[in-house]
């Protein structure tokens, strides 16, 4: 069956002419106008009707001529474009000696095309914008030479050389060096970010000062920005529920509209017994009111600037349907680590005993934890360094899984970690240790860990994940956009999430849990309070993302699962963003909606009218054109959101 489609210039085929389109469609449509004017000029001096016919013929070919050529290629298609309803309707008004309306008409289609070609252009190219991250040429070493080389043909592996201002052409590791890089055109973050050796960056960062040798480990056609510059060409196609119902209804309409306007000319003038040149000529002009052109790019219009806005900020939505969808969303469910917390392990407290130093504490943890491997003893190691201690390798050392650590020097053993290393030593700890050892728990401290030495207790500390300082504040602001309800889903045990919530002021926390209870709880926050966004890394977080109305992958520059898995990826660690997002997509169906009822409204006052009181052809044209370029402009308003 055929379909309506609203043939504006991104859709139409290239012409075949020396010139680009962008220049010779505008010619055309000024050429129209000269055309009409030429027109006037020849009926008011009494031309010869030869001289009068060929005027309006050339002002009907460069009028019509893009609106015949997308004709051509939607019937070759099957498929009913609404240029057809239009110049059917131009000749109607030739046929009926009214040369000059079916000119307007022909003028003012043509000048809405191109109006709204530009239009969607801006949008266009505030995506493609991305591709100028890309340099064309990279510079890489070659033993003592440094080589340009084309990007696509750069290995993993390679060396690439890195000037100040130079573009991160690659995703990679820095091998040696350090700078500070703008990765605003990635994830958003507008300050400046500090990467020395051994730091991964992105592809389409700014190294904004310091010369640097990187490492490349992925090739182009997998680095994060190819990677984002495919995830927006894809999401223009992918329609929201809205456009997809619409898209369905076009069919049914235009048939409607074509069938309704022939019954009105072939049947009025019998059965009323008007004159038939007259109900011609209105039903050209029915034919022309009644074309939903701007009921039909209503909804891109406004989904590919919100699409478009949200890329510049480091937003990624898979599809003007996920945009739609999350704006639905009255509960966020948050994965803890990595999302409310920076998802790596810190030093918070430092508990010495009476008696006992803070430095000899520190000194003693450190020195013992100092061959481990393991992340809390990376954390230790890291504050120690910032207090400015060295300490020395132990003289014996030993890793007891799930318990702590054993270390001597100087004759004397060590011991960091948990009661129950204690106890498996034979060292019974005191009762206020304990009780001290619960009230960090209960505050939700983390991890806490005793300290003892030879025959003394020096003390606790504690090494938590801690939450992002602003993320009270940001989850305010998500309520603000009109989220109702906020749940944390954690692997960590209960009171160190539960302290968090309150902290947070978070509605419900559910802790200790696997990959398929965040899967289940999800499943049931939607039965009970309907559309759910669920925040996580991407990983083993993989099935709650998909099963959530919305999955967003928070953080996720660089992460191939939070990319391949989510419908909305953030590429910064803000949690302001998903405010943001939430923010943009109500706000982005208002307009669609907006555009929506006043394109129906514009049909229906103009059809009734043309039925009851007459319109003129050049008038609902200029009404019908008039709406379409509205709604588009509408849409463009997106493009300057800003939450």
């Known amino acids: 069956m055929s379909t309506l489609t609203h043939s504006h210039p991104k859709n139409r085929p290239n012409a075949r002419l020396p010139i680009n389109d962008e220049i ?231 048939m409607s509209v074509i069938v309704s306007v022939l019954l009105f000319i072939i049947l009025v003038p019998p059965i009323f017994g008007v004159n038939f040149g007259e109900n011609f000529y209105k039903g050209m002009v029915l034919l022309t009111v009644a074309s939903p052109c701007a009921l039909v790019i209503s909804v891109p219009a406004a989904l590919l600037s919100a699409i478009a806005n949200a890329a510049r900020r480091g937003v990624l939505f898979k599809g003007g349907a996920h945009l739609e969808e999350l704006s639905k969303v009255k509960v966020v469910a948050f ?34 934890e100092l061959s481990s491997e393991h992340p809390i003893a990376r954390a230790i190691m890291a504050y120690a360094t910032t207090q400015g201690l060295a300490p020395a390798e132990p003289e014996k050392f030993s890793a007891v899984t799930g ?92 009171r160190v999430a539960e302290a968090m919530g309150r902290r947070l002021g978070i509605d419900e926390v559910h802790a200790g849990l696997l990959p398929e209870d965040k899967l289940r709880i999800v499943e049931e926050l939607g039965k009970k309070y309907g559309p759910v966004a669920m925040v996580g890394d991407g990983v083993n977080d993989a099935p709650a993302l998909a099963a959530a109305s919305s999955g967003i992958a928070m953080g996720a520059a660089g992460t191939d699962a939070a990319l391949e898995t989510a419908d909305i990826v953030l590429m910064s660690d803000d949690l302001g963003a998903i405010g943001y997002a939430v923010g943009l997509s109500k706000h982005t169906q208002r307009v669609v909606w907006q555009n929506i009822a006043f394109a129906m409204s514009v049909v229906v006052v103009l059809v009734i009218s043309t039925l009851t009181i007459g319109v003129p052809l050049p008038l609902g044209v200029v009404g019908h054109e008039g709406s379409t370029i509205l709604v588009v402009l509408n849409g463009l308003r997106l493009l300057a959101y800003r939450g």
Do not use: C
Not at 130 to 143: A, H
Not at 144 to 161: I, N, R, S, W
């Open 24 to 254: 010779v469609e505008p010619l055309f449509v000024a050429l129209t106008l000269v055309g009409i004017a030429a027109g006037l000029m020849t009926t008011s001096f009494g031309a010869q009707a030869r001289v009068h016919l060929a005027v309006n013929l050339l002002t009907y070919f460069v009028g019509g001529f893009y609106a015949v050529r997308a004709i051509i290629a939607a019937l070759r298609e099957r498929k009913i474009e609404v240029d057809l309803l239009m110049v059917i309707a131009a000749i109607g008004a030739a046929y009926v000696d009214a040369w000059t309306e079916g000119a307007i008409l022909l003028f003012l289609f043509s000048l809405s095309n191109v109006l709204q070609g530009y239009a969607m252009r801006r949008t266009e190219r505030a995506i493609s914008a991305l591709m100028e991250l890309r340099p064309d040429t990279v510079n890489v070493r070659r033993g003592d030479q440094t080589v340009a080389v084309a990007l696509e043909a750069v290995q993993v592996g390679d060396v690439v050389l890195l000037r100040p201002g130079d573009r991160v052409p690659l995703d990679g590791t820095i091998q040696r060096g350090s700078g500070n890089f703008d990765e605003s055109a990635i994830t958003g973050e507008s300050m400046p970010v500090h990467r020395s050796e051994g730091a991964h960056v992105l592809a389409g960062t700014l190294n904004t000062n310091g010369a640097l040798d990187m490492l490349v480990t992925k090739p182009a056609s997998e680095s994060t920005l190819a990677r984002i510059i495919n995830m927006v060409s894809e999401a223009q196609s992918r329609k929201a529920s809205t456009q997809s119902f619409l898209d369905r209804a076009e069919q049914y309409y235009a």
């Open 403 to 494: 318990m702590g650590v054993r270390a001597s020097w100087d004759g004397q053993e060590t011991l960091v970690g948990s009661p129950r290393l204690m106890t498996q030593a034979g060292i019974t700890v005191p009762a206020e240790l304990l009780t001290e050892m619960d009230r960090l728990a209960d505050d939700g401290r983390g991890t806490v860990l005793l300290a003892h030495r030879g025959s003394r207790w020096l003390g606790l500390v504690t090494v938590m994940d801690r939450e992002r300082p602003d993320a009270a504040e940001k989850l305010a602001a998500l309520r603000a956009a009109g989220i109702e309800r906020v749940v944390m889903l954690t692997g960590d045990n209960v």
């Open 335 to 368: 994965d803890k680590t990595g999302t409310l917390t920076f998802g790596r392990p810190e030093l918070t407290d430092v508990l010495p005993q009476p008696g006992v130093s803070k430095d000899e504490l520190l000194e003693a943890v450190a020195r013992a």
